[in-house]
Each structure stands twice: as structure tokens, then as C-alpha cells.
């Protein structure tokens, strides 16, 4: 659960921590329903650990790097598992768009079935502004693009993509991109938003394919594409969702430092060489 409201295992992980510790004091055996009261500690605890953090002007974005789950396109079962409780980097950008409220209700809500009753006690609301707080998030998150054909198909689109772009075939490019797409840059000067397939051609433009590799990759599970220089400095990290055999959502991480954090599975480890 609380690695589904921070959208990082990091954070969940210190969240459970915490849990327990107080669980430990508590004592077990005095609980009747442990189930629930476990959910609403670590509620509790998510809840506060989103307000600091919105109150500071932090967001997830600015510490996902640790969370992205990088693997070749047939992980092995432990990367297959974590893969199954990553959140698709385009879903984690309209969850931190949320106000903590907003996101702590929907998640607890419309994906573990917690009772508004039990929701608007933990943020001290009513059960109609908890309903309210997940309803206004479930319109945002209804945006999402969410990728459709098997995944085969999917990775076939971002090869098409790979290849048009190495030969400089803008046409085909056009082709594999919805004329719509929204293109999300997270560099060091923030994160912006650029829409339309004109941007892409644009950067792939100003590109040199003699001085750059890239190759496909899965990106918490989706396809997506590493791109390095010749000598394997990673340059970006790009996550691809992939919609009626176009390209619809890119997320691109091209922050030096947070690439310098993730584990590049055919490099030796942490990128920060």
C-alpha cells in the first residue's frame, strides 16, 4: 500500500519500518483487528510523510531515481516482481500533480478498498470530502494514457521508433508517433511538458546518431530506450507508452545526477562513472 501512495519503495520501506516500531510498542495481542490498524498507522504515516514533503516544495520526481526498475526485455522472477509494484513513470507524474489528500484517498480507495468511513478518520475529513478528494484524483488520473496491444506489439512500435531515428527517416517517425503526444522532460532545471510530434522530430533532429547508441529497454515494465554516448556515459532514459501501435506518453529523464543513481542492467551498476 504505501508503495502505491509514495510511488517509490524507498519511502514505503521507511513507512513499514515505522509501522512495526509502533506495532512493537503497542503490543499485538491487545489489538483486536490488526489488519486494520496496521492500514491506518501506515496511512497515518504516508499521509504525514506527503504533507512534509509537499510543504517543503518536494515532489517524487525529485527522488524516483531509485525506484526506476531498469531490466532487458526477459527480467528474471525477482525483477519481475518488482516490476509488479512499480507505478509507470507517466502515472507517477498525475499522482504528484495531487494534493496529498486527493492522492492518499484514491489510492487507498479505488485500489485497496478502503471504506471512505475509514479514509476521511485517518485525514480527519468527512466521508463526503474523502469521496470528493478521490473523485477530483480519478479525473486526473483518467488522462493517464494507458498503453494497449500485447507487449510484443508495443516493443515492435519503439523499435520502429529506434530504427527511423538512427536513419534519420522522419516520415517513419511520423509514423510511429501519435500526432498528439505528450512529451514529459525531467531534467536538472525541473520537469516541463512538451505536446505534439513535431517537438520529438525536433530533438531527434538536433541529435548526432554517430555519437550516441541507443537501444530498447523495459522501464518499470514498459518498453523504453537508454541512450548512452559510444563509450557508455548514459546520456537519457526514455519511457515509452505505446497506445493503438503509436507512441502517446514519453517520459525522459535527462538529470545527469539522477541517471548517475539507477542500475543499468548491462552495465556494471550505479551509472555514476
Do not use: Y
Request: hydrophobic content about 40%; proline content about 5%; glycine content about 8%.
Amino acid at each position: 500500500m504505501a508503495t502505491q501512495i509514495f510511488g517509490t519503495r524507498t519511502d514505503a520501506e521507511d513507512v513499514v519500518q515505522e509501522a512495526w516500531i509502533r506495532l512493537d510498542r503497542w503490543g499485538a495481542e491487545d489489538i483486536e483487528n490488526l489488519g486494520g490498524w496496521l492500514t491506518r498507522v501506515v496511512g497515518r504515516i504516508c499521509l504525514d510523510v506527503l504533507r512534509r514533503r509537499t510543504s517543503r516544495g518536494e515532489t517524487a520526481l525529485d527522488i524516483w531515481e531509485a525506484d526506476v526498475v531498469l531490466t532487458d526485455d526477459h527480467p528474471g522472477p525477482e525483477e519481475a516482481a518488482t516490476q509488479s509494484d512499480s507505478l509507470g513513470l507517466a502515472l507517477l507524474i498525475v499522482l504528484d500533480s495531487l494534493r496529498p489528500e486527493e492522492r492518499f484517498a484514491f489510492v487507498l480507495h479505488d485500489l485497496f478498498a478502503v471504506p471512505f468511513s475509514e479514509i476521511a478518520a485517518i485525514i480527519g475529513r468527512s466521508s463526503e470530502a474523502a469521496k470528493m478528494a478521490a473523485s477530483r484524483a480519478r479525473r486526473k488520473v483518467r488522462d493517464v494514457p494507458v498503453p494497449t496491444g500485447d507487449l510484443t506489439e508495443r516493443r515492435e512500435v519503439v523499435d520502429a521508433f529506434l530504427s527511423a531515428a538512427r536513419d534519420g527517416d522522419f516520415d517513419a517517425l511520423l509514423h510511429v508517433l501519435d500526432p498528439n503526444v505528450t512529451w514529459h522532460r525531467c531534467s536538472m532545471r525541473g520537469h516541463t511538458v512538451e505536446l505534439g510530434a513535431n517537438e520529438v522530430l525536433a530533438a531527434v533532429r538536433r541529435g548526432d546518431p554517430g555519437k550516441i547508441e541507443a537501444r530498447r529497454i523495459s522501464v518499470n515494465g514498459e518498453p523504453g530506450i537508454f541512450v548512452s554516448t559510444t563509450g557508455g556515459q548514459p546520456l537519457g532514459l526514455m519511457s515509452c507508452t505505446v497506445a493503438e501501435g503509436k507512441m502517446v506518453d514519453i517520459v525522459s529523464i535527462i538529470d545527469p545526477k539522477r541517471l548517475g543513481h539507477m542500475e543499468i542492467p548491462f552495465l556494471r551498476g550505479p551509472s555514476d562513472r
